[in-house]
């Protein structure tokens, strides 16, 4: 499992959906309360964020454990952002750790993370999901992860029309299908861009789910919102979000939550 965290709303420094809070993503990193599989989450992290009028990303990501380098949280306080998505990774077994791997991915306009995995992917799925992938989109694979594969599935649906929230849950679904009565996984889906952040809490092959919650109160946030896999600080009221629920996070801080 990982651990990520998303903000969206008034630009704030990098550093503060990272580093705030007396359970902050920083230390989720060495002491995680509610991964549902592993003790920590020291396979690499990486931030992207969204500043000014850009369209594109900037990111920082690195195979290390985010502690690895003291100068992280220093570097973080002089860029700012109005649309953060940071993750910790905790690699699905059997998966390579390596850089192609690093959470968020970036593409073109639209960064991605996933906490979850899907059940036995290289050995009976990566061939058929990667299938429907345009040849462009197919030509671009830098790994054999299956967070890459989702990504790259959902740009080919956004290209073709399709919305952020229901283009995840035909994804899923068709996961579901391939899954279902053999596997369980839980699954998060967070995809964003320069106007917000889009997540699904959803699962495949059962009913477990990742933790993930919901604030819109946060001190250090400026009036914008926070989504985080654990609570960062207790003296802040975290709302759970439910399962099967979807999350759009927007630039203006405005919040959408929809079953």
Known sequence: MCRLVAYAG??????????????????????????????VNADGWGAAWWTGSTREPLRIARAEPIWYDPEVESLLSGVRGEVIQATLRNATPGLPVDRAGLLPLVRDDWTFSLNGWIPEFRAKHMRALRAPLTDERYARLEGASDAETMFLRLLDALDAGSAPVPAMRALVAEIDGRVAGAAESALTLVLASADGVYTLHTSAGGSIHNSLYLATRVPWAAGGSVLASEPLDPAVEWTAVPPGSAVVQHRDGRVELTR
């Open 10 to 39: 008034p630009s704030l420094p990098v550093r503060a959906p990272l580093f705030e809070g007396a359970h902050s993503l920083y230390r989720q990193s060495w002491e995680p309360r509610e991964l549902r599989s592993g003790s």
